[in-house]
């Protein structure tokens, strides 16, 4: 299983993103994919993740402002980022948990990860 992560750049405080990742090799019945993201100095945290069955979450620090997505036909999930804010600064990466259980937040849960996309955010 490969995991492509593009998108990432440099934009102004306020600006928006579209983050993609798409899922080459092995097919998973039963998944949730997901974006987590690690700034300098800090651990990889949790942003948003999307279940098989189209359930969604969101770390409270995004929630209003990200939208996860998913295009099956291509294998491919995306973060749209909006109103984007200097602490929003990190490498973004997407990540697969195979299991058949609800939405999980730790990184440790994700078991196939993608080579992460840098997001600046100037303030």
């Known amino acids: 299983v490969q995991l492509q992560a593009s998108g990432g750049g440099l934009v102004q405080a306020g600006g928006s993103l579209r983050l993609s990742c798409e899922v080459s090799g092995r097919t998973f019945i039963w998944y949730t994919m997901g974006w987590f993201r690690q700034a300098p100095g800090k651990e990889r945290e949790f942003v948003a993740a999307?279940?098989?069955?189209?359930?969604?979450d969101y770390a409270e620090s995004v929630k209003g402002r990200f939208s996860i997505s998913r295009d099956s036909a291509k294998k491919t999930i995306y973060l749209q980022m909006n109103s984007l804010k200097f602490e929003d600064t990190a490498v973004y990466y997407c990540a697969v948990d195979t299991s058949r259980v609800p939405i999980r937040f730790g990184a440790r849960s994700y078991y196939y990860w993608g080579q992460g996309t840098l997001v600046t955010v100037s303030s």
């Open positions: 999307i279940k098989w069955n189209a359930t969604t």
